[in-house]
Each structure stands twice: as C-alpha cells, then as structure tokens.
C-alpha cells in the first residue's frame, strides 16, 4: 500500500463517521417528534443552566429527552402524580438569549425540586390539560 494513500484514508474514514453521526442525530429526532404527545421544550433544573431537549407525555410520566444526545432513554422523567404546575411567565432578560424566541417559562414541583420548562405557549396548553386530565386523588386512583 501507498503511504501517500494514508491521509486520505484516514481523513475519509473520518468524514464518514462525521456524516453517520449526524444522520443517528437527524434519526433519533425525527422518531422522537413523530411520536404522539412530543413537544420541544428546554429545561432547567436546580443549579444548573438550560438545556434545550423534547418532552414526551406518557400514562403516567413526563419524559424529557436532550436535544443533542443518541441516547434512547430519558434524560429525566417525572411522575405525573408528582408533578405540581406552580404557573407560567415572560423569560426575564437574562433568560431570552438562553432559550427559544416566543415561548413561555412553565414553573413546576416535582417532589420538592423546582423545574422551569421553556416552551411555547400551544405546548404549555397541552401540559396544563394533560396534567388536569390526570385522575384525582382519592381512593383507588394512582395519584
């Protein structure tokens, strides 16, 4: 073999893995925005800055996925017998460069712990009725 083919090889075998990279990225978001109940939304939790990411609802849990992972699995999951929605706001203006253009700041306790969620208002709407559309607590129910 060439040692002058060596570059080359290496830079295309780096390429390629570049490219199949990007399409598990593009895969991986487009199964999870096809999937019902599935809304972009970046989170914030207790000391810690935003990350932009995409909620799914479940029977029972709010799953959180991070935008720029492969992981197939949920990066947080919250229980939605657990999940108490303290209200929504305006980002302040430290928020605005951090988070997406027109969207609302949903408060939420999920067993003590605040979580901010970043969304737009459509989204918000559809947590908020998936949230009172849970059963209510009393004898028999899950919550």
Request: proline share 3%; with cysteine.
């Amino acid at each position: 073999m060439d040692d002058s083919l060596l570059p080359f090889i290496a830079l295309a075998t780096a390429l390629s893995l570049l490219i199949f990279t990007l399409c598990l990225f593009g895969v991986r978001r487009h199964n999870l925005r096809r999937a019902l109940g599935t809304v972009d939304a970046s989170i914030r939790m207790a000391n810690h800055g935003w990350q932009m990411g995409v909620c799914r609802y479940q029977d029972t849990e709010l799953e959180w996925f991070r935008l720029l992972s492969l992981s197939v699995r949920p990066k947080h999951r919250f229980r939605r017998s657990s999940l108490e929605l303290l209200g929504r706001r305006k980002p302040s203006d430290d928020e605005l460069v951090k988070v997406q253009p027109d969207v609302v700041i949903v408060e939420l306790r999920h067993e003590g712990e605040t979580v901010l969620l970043a969304m737009n208002f459509d989204a918000y709407a559809g947590l908020s009725s998936w949230l009172e559309a849970g059963p209510v607590i009393g004898v028999g129910t899950w919550r």
